[in-house]
């Protein structure tokens, strides 16, 4: 664990101490002011943290790539390779159909069994049929955090 990691979960502890304490008047004051000051403190450092990591995992998710694509150039055939104590796989690519090219040959209006009917993306079907008429219908996926 790092450093600006565990000052983070002591900052955490210490709000949670301050937040619980019962207070009145100019004290009340002041700890509301502490504590905010410490929010934004510990929010700085878990957001630099965040930028750290993010710079490390693009440097080695980059080397990474790099040697994947050396394998690849030294062996191109899909098969199973050795490599001392692991073995490395090489795969084929995963297949699709080039879309434009395939409803040229066959168009949907000839061939209706080679296609799928889905809806519109949401922001369509919002603008189609108002946005109160879809919204009992809207998935929102687990909330994300982004450090610019």
């Known amino acids: 664990m790092s450093a600006n990691t565990i000052e983070a979960a002591n900052d955490i ?4 101490h301050l937040a619980a304490e019962p207070s009145t008047g100019e004290l009340a004051q002041q700890r509301e002011e502490a504590l905010a000051d410490q929010r934004e403190a ?11 990591l993010d710079e490390r995992i693009l440097v080695l998710t980059q080397e990474r790539d790099e040697l994947k694509a050396r394998i690849l150039e030294q062996h191109p055939q899909p098969g199973t390779y050795p ?11 995963r297949r699709g159909l080039d879309g434009k090219a395939f409803t040229a040959a066959f168009p949907p209006a000839e061939n209706p069994r080679l296609y799928e009917l889905k809806p519109k993306s949401l922001t369509n079907v919002a603008k ?5 008429a879809v919204e009992r219908f809207i998935t929102r996926s687990k909330p994300s955090v982004v450090v610019e």
């Open 83 to 93: 490599a001392g104590e692991l073995k490395v796989l090489v795969k084929q690519g």
């Open 42 to 52: 510990l929010l700085i450092r878990q957001a630099q943290r965040i930028s750290e």
């Open 13 to 16: 502890q210490t709000l949670r």
């Open 128 to 132: 189609l049929v108002g946005e109160l």
